[in-house]
Each structure stands twice: as C-alpha cells, then as structure tokens.
C-alpha cells in the first residue's frame, strides 16, 4: 500500500538524521504531543492530507517519494 511506502521512506530519512519523533513533533507542530501521530503516519495507518506530507517532506528534506 503507497501509505506504508511513504511512512517507511518518512521513518527511514527521519532515522538516518537522528531526529527523535519527540523532535520532529516539536519542530513540525511547536509540542511533542503529535509524537503518536507522528508515529502511526510512519507505520502507514493515516491518511495524511497533502499540506500535511508536504511539511513533513520538507521537513527531512524528502525531494522523492517512491511509490
């Protein structure tokens, strides 16, 4: 399925720079209360809207996703 894709590709840059999701949460979101959200986009359970992807994306500097 292309979100599990996506949310392994997410986990995978976000692992490779050492950013905790704890980290990402708070620099994304200004909180760490987003971690479980955060963490289920990852395993491909969310439905993710575009803006939403888009942030994340640049966010680690993702230029490509593969599907």
Known sequence: MDLIKIGLQIKEKRVSKGIS???M???LYN???R???LSEIEK???DLRFSQAIKILNYLKIKTVKL
């Open 21 to 23: 999701l704890n980290k």
């Open 25 to 27: 949460s708070k620099d």
């Open 31 to 33: 909180n760490r209360y």
């Open 35 to 37: 971690v479980n959200h």
């Open 44 to 46: 491909g359970n969310v």
